[in-house]
């Protein structure tokens, strides 16, 4: 069954009546956060009734996002807004890959930029990594069974030898498997027409097909430049997770995961896929939403 994104109208112009909703919703999906976007559509509102008036157009629109965000961060919201309605004009459905190593903060970003594009599939490729582990046992297929950072310890010593990086060896075992998977989920996703977000540590440039009939596709990689930053991502998902997952763990595999991002921020220079690098949270989604909004925007001026 086809599924589409679900579109909000754009409540610009004569066509459509202002509706201060409708306005917050299109900002937070332009990547303002949403207490912002709401308060720049309420001003909108009181400005239209202080006015006498009910539709609004762009350039007031910028005008009192200005006195809320700023001129430069208005004008890039109002560039975002603009590219909006190209994303409303295309029926093929969206895959987003988000990758990055563990840590960086791509699945909150994923799942975040999911609710936005209003795409209700949102999966992770470690969740097909441990749909694998129940098929195939650890004497078969050994890397599925170990955490990315943590796949070297399924190499064995011969394979361990051949390379003076068993992190990254193991990894990369570990990937040519899940792959399969990401590529299975991909293919179905394309061919039944859904909008899929789909993020993971196993996304590695060059490692994927990104080319689906019917579909358009956008791809990047988060990245913590900072490793005191990194570090501290983890003692924040501890907290919030009430150690669900032990921190040591993390904490002790950095250097590990540090080197697996250095290899999938090296792959994504070489492929040209984008680098999100993860310093404000707001500000990663924001460019994430952009990107998405720019390669809309390309595929209607190429029709």
């Known amino acids: 069954m ?12 004569d066509e459509i ?6 306005m917050a919703r299109a900002l937070v999906v332009t990547g303002l956060d949403p207490e912002r976007s709401y308060l720049i559509a309420h001003r909108a509102d009181r400005d239209l009734a202080d006015r006498g008036v009910s539709t609004l157009d762009l350039d007031r629109l910028a005008e009192l996002a200005a006195d809320v965000i700023g001129s ?9 807004l603009k590219r909006l309605s190209a994303l409303q004009q295309l029926e093929q459905p969206l895959l987003l890959l988000v990758g990055g190593a563990t840590g960086t903060g791509k699945s909150t970003i994923a799942t975040e930029a999911a609710h936005r594009l209003g795409i209700t599939r949102v999966t992770s490729t470690d969740f097909i990594r441990q ?5 195939f046992s650890e004497e078969f297929m050994p890397s599925v069974h170990y955490s990315s950072f943590e796949a070297r310890l399924a190499l064995t010593r011969a394979e361990e030898e051949e390379s003076g990086d068993a992190a990254i060896l193991g990894f990369l075992d570990q990937t040519r498997n899940v792959v399969v998977g990401v590529q299975a989920a991909l293919e179905r996703a394309a061919t039944e027409h859904w909008s899929l977000v789909l993020e993971g540590v196993h996304l590695v440039p060059g490692m994927i097909a990104t080319e689906f009939p019917g579909a358009f596709v956008v791809q ?16 924040v998902r501890d907290y919030a997770t009430e150690g669900l997952r032990p921190l040591e763990k993390y904490l002790d595999a950095l250097p590990q995961i540090r080197q697996i991002q250095d290899y999938l921020v090296e792959r994504a220079r070489r492929y040209d896929v984008p680098v999100i690098v993860n310093e404000s949270l707001d500000r990663a989604i924001g460019d994430v939403m952009d990107l998405v909004l720019r390669r809309a925007d390309q595929l209607v001026s190429v029709r």
Do not use: Y
């Open 72 to 80: 430069e961060h208005a004008s890039t919201m109002i560039g975002r």
């Open 220 to 235: 990047c990689v988060v990245a913590i430049e900072d490793e005191n930053l990194h570090r501290g991502h983890f003692w």
């Open 2 to 13: 086809s599924e589409r994104r679900h579109v909000m109208p754009l409540p610009l112009g």
């Open 17 to 22: 009546p202002f509706s201060k909703g409708l």
């Open 131 to 135: 749909t694998m582990r129940a098929f």
